[in-house]
């Protein structure tokens, strides 16, 4: 199964990109948002606690998506709220970094799906808030189709992003301990994914003061 990583030199540089671009040239972005830069904090923590969770009691059926869809649903419903916010906040946005925020997301299905099973997808637009938002949402989503594929299931919605139930069989089938390392690499993809959205937050009220 390849994978593809997010080296930690090419995190740190666009960490520092995306302050500089906040920071030097906040005229030409949406101010800073306390509500979303709160709202990364709490998915983040939420996401991370879910996690462990899950890590720690797979395969038992406690673990198992059926038994926790109400976190991907309520959760799905926070980020996109911020998603519906960072697009009113700035509509007609756009980000001059858009190849700099495609660069700090690595996509779960790179993680979990046999490379032969990847289909490119369009990048999200708008304001750079709203394209790492985005990027969080569609991880999420991606995250709940691994989660499901696991325990050997699939869905319409996770069919059309290439979990088949052949590659579900498959993760089924998968020892504990790859399961387990799986999981642990989706972690880290999607709270990468949500620390870069909060840098770059904070990039913008520093660079406001």
Same mark, same amino acid.
């Given at each position: ?5 997010? +080296? ?83 509509? +007609? ?90 999981? +642990? ?21 520093? +660079?406001?003061?």
């Amino acid at each position: 199964m390849g994978r593809r990583f997010l +080296g930690s030199t090419k995190a740190i540089a666009w960490l520092a990109s995306a302050a500089l671009l906040a920071a030097c040239a906040v005229q030409l972005v949406a101010p800073y948002d306390e509500v979303i830069d709160d709202g990364l904090m709490s998915f983040n923590q939420d996401f991370l606690q879910f996690m462990a969770g899950i890590k720690e009691n797979v395969p038992s059926e406690d673990a198992s998506y059926a038994r926790n869809v109400s976190f991907y649903d309520a959760q799905q419903a926070a980020i996109a709220t911020l998603v519906q916010r960072a697009k009113a906040s700035d509509p +007609g946005g756009s980000c001059r970094s858009s190849a700099i925020t495609a660069d700090a997301v690595q996509r779960v299905d790179s993680i979990v799906l046999p490379d032969a099973a990847k289909t490119d997808q369009p990048p999200p637009a708008g304001s750079c808030t709203t394209i790492l938002l985005t990027y969080i949402q569609e991880q999420l989503t991606d995250t709940a189709c691994f989660h499901q594929a696991i325990y050997g299931q699939t869905s319409t919605t996770c069919e059309s992003l290439d979990f088949t139930p052949a590659i579900a069989q498959s993760l089924q089938n998968a020892p504990q301990a790859t399961k387990q390392t799986l999981l +642990g690499q989706v972690e880290s993809a999607v709270t990468s994914s949500v620390t870069a959205a909060m840098t770059f937050e904070l990039a913008k009220k520093q +660079g406001v003061n």
